[in-house]
């Protein structure tokens, strides 16, 4: 790098350069680690105690913790993580009590298969990374409470998830108190007779396994048979994703079964609605929201029934009751199970060709489509294609309202997991059935009518669909009639009527699906459940946690048969049978009893629902954490009316699987009383992506970005042309920059200026190592402002800045404090940049006041540096705990401009205003001042002439 050893160097052998830079870092990291800089004081019992805190408020700074990855970080990583240390800064130097610090998400997939592939234990490579990683990010001067960092794969976070987990597993949802209690409540009622035991009976009389049954169904942690993806050949269950089109495993090509297994689920759909209706006050990004909402998916409908000769009735959902009359068909998902019985031995007299698929009968027609339907996934079962399949059932339903029969379909457009699976069809207003209907030759009747006067053109019934601005009509009975009223009130009219006749009542369908909890994998958190010898499941008291993961020879999963679909999976832990079979005294009375222990793990999302919480109280071993602390960091307050993390900041690919499983899980833990606040975090925001170019050859296949030429605005590698697009950063494309190698280069206060001057935070943008020399240079003219680069010597002088250097100064602090405040960093750089030029420009020493306050002005972003000169400048205590500059406003109000009133081409008024003056304020103040006034003598005005705000000239009469 020429910039650090150029000949002028050595003239100037006290210029910030790398290996100043280097130096300065790596002392003043040590320092910090030393004396516990970035150590946040935890409340002790009462606030106003003397310890100073209730002077203070707090803020509680995160971010989305990682994952510790053998590649290491990229200098697309630490972006967020420079974020929120660059606000922690701000924060604690305008009296906040921050907490900050930065944990390991640690157990997960890759560890596993490379422990598969290797033979190495995943816990060992997983903490190499992770020291690796602490080794990165350290040389980036994060201020974190390294005291409260933890990792989830430590035992004595893991007990606590553990612990968690059998609270859930312990309480049910009471839907009139509406909020979770403990199951004990639950059986107390079930005994007194205050709650009928489901199937009646009493309480006492049932079986252990009966029961348990029963609780089962109220638990919040429950385990269930669900179906799954099962693929043999792999020796595993697979996700919808992970499955191709023709029902086969995207790795290795093996068939997928769908198989029914036993499996834990968490019951979040008890709280759809809390977590829909607590999003309104949270600060979160709109678009965030909206995912949740529409993941959530709550719709206002009916459930109606539609009788089948002797076969009961098929319940519908629908969000559109007002189009009832307009049902000329009925279709069953598939794997309906009413299938079965509805079908008739033969198709009925005069079935429509189109209709059997040409099968012989309903049996066949139905069988072969199961076939067919179970090959697809559920999204590509929804996906909006036009051609529409099925197969008719042979029977008909009768619509209730209008009395007509309808024929049922089945068909995979309509998925078993929504709703009840079963729908009636309104071709008229639904574009999937008029595409269903247009196939199969079905009839349509137009019930809503749009209002305006375009009509409605049958030949497309275009607007037909989800038309508000409408009116009923082709809608009565001999007792209700819908026609003339408009949607909402049509719906309204119906509903009351279906429930008056007990066909149907209103109802709010949810999308969101209960969490399937168990994988069956090794490295996870062990379940801490055990199985008597009914197979009744048992929780481990409290004294019997952490569960630890036990040591196993072989993490791989079993593989069988790739076409034998009758077996099962066989997970790692369940191979140990030392592990697995134990006599325990479980503490409830029934003595020591042999159990056979749960040998699935947890998923990979629980380490991560509940981390806030261990960081206000790492190292408590009687309690997840304390009530007070929680309270102090986490609670409730002025308008934050569900409490939680002041800030969090991460990637926006996390809007509703991490983050909805960790809404839920505080909410559990409140309802229980263990926790103040209901919301896990506050303020969420998502930084944007640091993106780099990818280069490729002709044959498309990346080329190390670090060998590439740029020629006349071409691109070659190795003397052949190559193609550059935008991408993401990694190993695979050829084109990581690691923050190892940017700060050894210039240093890592120089990254961090840089990573936050790019652009807003919340905006995706392309790396550019050339760009990043700027940043450098802004650091050395701040350095050289302070020091003599010959000398060394600080060059301050104790005399009062002028006027323009206080203009300029307060300004800076004003809108430097105001952009970090506001997390808009890059602009807060430019503010800096601008007063560090203009001190250079005004020439000579600065004033002490004034590089004291350029130095407090870029600490939360240069923290080295700015602790360099800080010192330099002759203070003992660290810049990291300084008060933030404030600005003397009147530095900051707009400078006046002298202003020239004219008479008729002559000067008779200088008026002093502001520069941002409108020409008719101009021309109101020129009009009364009294030299104009008295030049004027009294005679009419003509004309006035304003060029705000240098010039007025009048023109008398
Ligand atoms: C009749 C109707 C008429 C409908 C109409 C819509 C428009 P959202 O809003 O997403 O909740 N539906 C119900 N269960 C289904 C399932 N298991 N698979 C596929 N589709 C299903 O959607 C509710 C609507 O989706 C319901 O209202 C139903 O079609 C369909 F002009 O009923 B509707």
């Given at each position: 790098m020429s910039e650090t050893n150029s000949a002028a160097e050595v003239a100037a052998p006290h210029r910030y350069t790398a290996a100043m830079a280097a130096d300065i870092e790596a002392r003043w990291q040590d320092f910090w680690d030393a004396e516990g800089t970035y150590e946040a004081p935890n409340p002790t019992g009462d606030l106003a105690d003397g310890s100073g805190l209730a002077a203070k408020p707090k803020r509680f700074i995160m971010d989305m913790f990682p994952?510790?990855?053998?590649a290491g970080l990229h200098v697309g990583h630490p972006l967020g993580y420079i974020a929120t240390d660059v606000y922690a800064r701000h924060q604690r130097m305008t009296g906040h009590n921050v907490l900050h610090t930065l944990g390991f998400d640690a157990f997960g997939l890759p560890a596993e298969q490379y422990a598969v592939q290797t033979g190495t234990h995943p816990r060992a490579s997983t903490e190499a990374n992770m020291e690796n990683m602490k080794v990165q990010l350290r040389r980036l001067g994060l201020g974190h409470d390294k005291r409260r960092s933890f990792a989830t794969i430590d035992a004595e976070y893991y007990k606590w998830t553990q612990w968690i987990f059998l609270q859930i597993f312990n309480s049910w949802y009471d839907t009139e108190a509406d909020k979770a209690r403990p199951i004990a409540d639950l059986v107390a009622q079930f005994e007194s007779g205050e709650r009928p035991v489901p199937g009646g009976g009493e309480w006492g009389a049932l079986s252990a396994a009966d029961r348990a049954d029963i609780l089962g169904q109220y638990r919040l942690a429950y385990a269930s048979d669900a179906p799954v993806n099962w693929a043999p050949g792999l020796g595993t269950v697979l996700a919808n994703?992970?499955?191709?089109?023709?029902?086969?495993?995207?790795?290795?090509n093996f068939p997928v079964f769908k198989a029914k297994l036993r499996q834990w689920n968490m019951r979040i759909t008890a709280y759809a609605d809390r977590l829909l209706n607590d999003l309104d006050g949270l600060d979160w990004p709109e678009a965030i929201k909206l995912q949740q909402r529409n993941w959530i998916g709550r719709s206002e409908g009916a459930r109606v029934d539609f009788p089948v000769d002797g076969a009961g009735d098929i319940t519908v959902f629908t969000t559109r009751q007002d189009t009832l009359f307009g049902a000329t068909y009925m279709v069953l998902a598939p794997e309906h199970e009413l299938v079965e019985r509805i079908i008739p031995a033969a198709w009925p007299e005069g079935t429509h060709p189109v209709w059997t698929g040409g099968h012989a009968n309903p049996a066949e027609a139905v069988t072969a489509y199961r076939k067919q339907a179970a090959a697809k996934s559920d999204v590509e079962r929804q996906a909006e294609a036009k051609d529409k399949t099925g197969v008719f059932t042979g029977a008909y339903a009768t619509n209730p309202v209008s009395g007509e029969k309808v024929p049922v379909f089945i068909a995979d457009y309509v998925l078993m997991g929504y709703g009840t699976g079963a729908i009636m069809a309104v071709p008229a207003h639904d574009a999937r059935d008029f595409a269903f209907a247009r196939a199969f030759e079905l009839p349509m009747r137009c019930v809503v009518e749009p209002s305006d006067d375009r009509g409605l053109d049958t030949s497309t019934w275009e607007d037909a669909f989800a038309s508000y601005e409408a009116k009923l009509v082709n809608s009565a009975n001999d007792e209700v009639s819908l026609d003339g009223l408009g949607v909402v009130d049509a719906k309204a009219r119906i509903t009351e009527w279906l429930q008056a006749h007990g066909v149907g009542e209103g109802t709010v369908n949810f999308r969101l699906r209960d969490w399937l909890f168990s994988r069956q994998r090794y490295w996870g958190e062990p379940f801490p459940i055990v199985y008597d010898e009914e197979g009744i499941a048992h929780a481990l008291p409290e004294s019997m946690l952490p569960l630890e993961l036990p040591e196993v020879e072989d993490y791989s999963p079993r593989t069988f048969d790739?076409?034998?679909?009758d077996t099962q999976p066989e997970t790692p832990?369940?191979?140990n049978a030392d592990w697995v079979n134990v006599t325990l005294d479980l503490g409830d009375g029934s003595g020591p009893r042999n159990y056979r222990r749960e040998t699935n793990t947890m998923p990979n999302w629980a380490g991560s629902c509940w981390y806030e919480l261990r960081?206000?109280?790492?190292?408590?071993?009687?309690?997840?954490?304390d009530p007070a602390i929680e309270q102090y960091w986490m609670g409730p307050r002025e308008g934050q009316p569900t409490g939680g993390v002041d800030l969090y900041v991460g990637g926006a690919e996390h809007a509703v699987l991490h983050l909805l499983y960790a809404r839920f899980w505080s909410k559990v833990l409140h309802d229980l009383g263990h926790i103040s606040s209901a919301e896990p975090f506050h303020k969420l925001y998502n930084q944007g992506m640091i993106q780099a170019f990818v280069y490729r050859d002709s044959r498309g296949i990346a080329v190390p970005a670090v060998e590439v030429e740029e020629r006349d605005g071409a691109y070659y590698h190795a003397g052949e042309k190559v193609s550059r697009v935008l991408g993401k950063m990694g190993k695979s494309l050829k084109n990581a920059v690691t923050p190892d190698e940017i700060c050894g280069e210039y240093g890592a206060d120089t990254l961090r200026l840089y990573e936050m001057a790019m652009g807003p935070l919340d905006v995706s943008r392309p790396w550019d190592t050339r760009a990043v020399v700027g940043q450098y240079r802004l650091l050395q003219r701040l350095w050289r402002n302070v020091v003599d680069e010959e000398t060394g010597e600080v060059t301050v002088v104790d005399t009062e800045p002028g006027e323009d250097t206080l203009r300029a100064l307060h300004k800076a602090i004003d809108g430097v404090g105001q952009d970090m405040a506001g997390m808009r960093f890059n602009t807060a750089i430019a503010k800096i940049t601008e007063l560090n030029n203009h001190l250079t420009k005004a020439g000579g020493p600065l004033s002490r006041s004034v590089a004291e306050r350029l130095v407090l002005l870029t600490a939360p972003l240069a923290p080295h540096v700015a602790e360099e000169l800080w010192r330099r400048l002759g203070h003992t205590e660290s810049v990291v705990h300084q008060d933030f500059p404030v600005a003397d406003p009147a530095y900051v109000v707009d400078e006046t401009v002298t202003c020239v009133v004219q008479i008729k081409g002559k000067v008779k008024a200088r008026l002093e205003i502001s520069p941002s003056i409108t020409d008719e304020e101009l021309e109101a103040l020129a009009l009364a001042d009294g030299n104009v006034v008295a030049a004027l003598g009294g005679a009419g005005i003509r004309k006035v002439i304003v060029r705000a705000p240098k010039l007025v000239n009048i023109v008398p009469a």
């Open positions: 994952y510790p990855s053998g994703e992970e499955v191709t089109a023709d029902g086969r495993s995207e790795r290795g790739p076409e034998d679909a832990l369940s191979r960081y206000l109280d790492p190292h408590n071993d009687q309690r997840l954490v």
